[in-house]
């Protein structure tokens, strides 16, 4: 697939340019109005029906061609995340404290790309639907646009979707059958005891005991009741007590981050958590209230739809350059709730291990000194046309008919 990756490369200064005045111009979960109408106006200059506003910030562009009932959904995330720039390159974000440090202006860029080679020589037949989705960073930007009607305004037969990754050389594609990235859920924890003087601990109920022996009794949850062979994070972020050192506070609250990469794991935490509290605060005869908030999903890549995706990233790049199967990540991505309704696949681009000298290339997403690798907008853009092509080929193959 030489040719193809040619071609992309040949006009990929456009989409480099457009990616970096996406980065200059950030914007945070359901605020994503320039970016979207950006994106909106390019589709329709490039001839794809588009709809805005889905989802509040949402876009999606649909190109039919042929006769074909296949129908295809490749997503990217435009938003932004909450972080002072520290990288010090000539397009750094315009906007205090808010930057592009997750590379979503790299993926709208690459996806961007795709859009407009397969409008202008594009050979497929069915139906593609390009969705740019807002506030994947914990604002649930899938489930918004899900709920304002995405698969019944839009049918896709399948979904996919990509995400670069620091500290993978970068152009490489990694592929995962079956659970790929963690579901995330929160807590607080709140402890209401007796306060009182330091001097005189027995003339209260002491909150910071209590709390400092539930954090230690968490740590058994996934050491004692998870499989061993299952994976399972439980964080205490944040533990927030009293003021003064000769006084014993009435309340104490704890911050929990918990994930999984098993849907049976996830119900299990949360049922010995609550649990295990309950037990450590009757213990020491103050009470305890637990706010459980659900977040994401555990990503599960669905067999056939993932063996299609290799098979595409295997003919662009070759083997050597193609991970089949690789491990899983304690991360999340709202994605997973497309793929609750859809079957579909979600790989990463390696966005450089630090060999290629690219700038912020190789250190990790969410970090201050992060930048998306512009050799990929090339890379992924391609992967993008050729699925597309491949996928709603009029031969297309058994193994992705729905």
Known sequence: MTYLLDALHARVGEFISLRRDIHQHPELAFEEHRTAGLVADKLEAWGYAVVRGIGGTGVVGTLVRGQGDRRLGIRADMDALPIAEATGVPYASSHAGVMHACGHDGHTAMLLAAARHLA????????????????????????????????????CDAVFAMHNMPGIEQGRLVLREGAAMASSDYATITLLGVGGHGAMPHRATDTIVAAASIVMALQSIVSRNVDPLQAAVVTVGALNAGKANNVIPATATLELSVRALDREVRSLLERRIKALVAAQAESFGIEARVDWRSGYAVLVNTPDETAFAREVAVELLGADRVTPQGPPLTGSEDFAFMLERVPGSYLLIGNGDGSDGAAGGNCMVHNPGYDFND????????????????????QAGAGTQQ
């Open 375 to 394: 050799a990929n907008v090339a890379v992924g853009s391609a992967y993008w046309v050729l699925l597309a092509e491949r996928f709603l080929s009029a």
């Open 120 to 155: 202008e020589h594009g050979q497929f037949d069915g139906t593609l639907n390009l969705i740019f989705q807002p506030a994947e960073e914990g604002g649930g930007g899938a489930l918004r646009m899900m709920e304002d009607g995405l698969f019944e305004r839009f049918p």
